[in-house]
């Protein structure tokens, strides 16, 4: 299911004022943690991680990182769950966010074409 659109307002809220959202999904955190739950924004700028909390994965509360747009998200290792390193940490993404990992990576590189839908 796609984060939907009051998740992605809500994140809005972390972005500087002329940056747009690029990709957008939740995440976990693979350690224990107060807050296991994350939000992955991609930005013509950075890469953010805002975290949501133990009880949701769509309502982000603070600013946990930012790292630079050219910040590789991928490779996804497959062995047990979707998971990816980012900042030294591993998270796990559900199936049907992959796609949307790897569509962020090829876009960092420039090897995607303009979207043809973009208001969707």
């Known amino acids: 299911m796609p984060v939907s659109p009051k998740a992605r307002e809500a994140a809005r809220q972390f972005l500087d004022p ?17 807050r296991p739950s994350v939000l992955i924004v991609v930005t ?4 953010k991680v805002l975290s949501t909390g133990r009880w949701s994965r769509t309502a982000p509360k603070s600013l946990e990182a930012e790292y630079p747009r050219q910040t590789r998200l991928g490779p996804i290792n497959t ?39 973009p208001d969707l």
């Open 79 to 117: 062995h047990m769950g979707n998971t990816f390193k980012l900042g030294g940490f591993t998270y796990e993404v559900d199936e049907e966010y992959v796609a949307v990992l790897n569509a962020a990576d090829l876009d960092r590189a420039g090897d995607l074409p303009p979207d043809p839908l």
């Open 18 to 34: 002329d940056d747009e959202i690029r990709y957008i999904f939740p995440a976990d955190l693979m350690r224990l943690s107060p």
């Open 44 to 47: 013509r700028k950075a890469v």
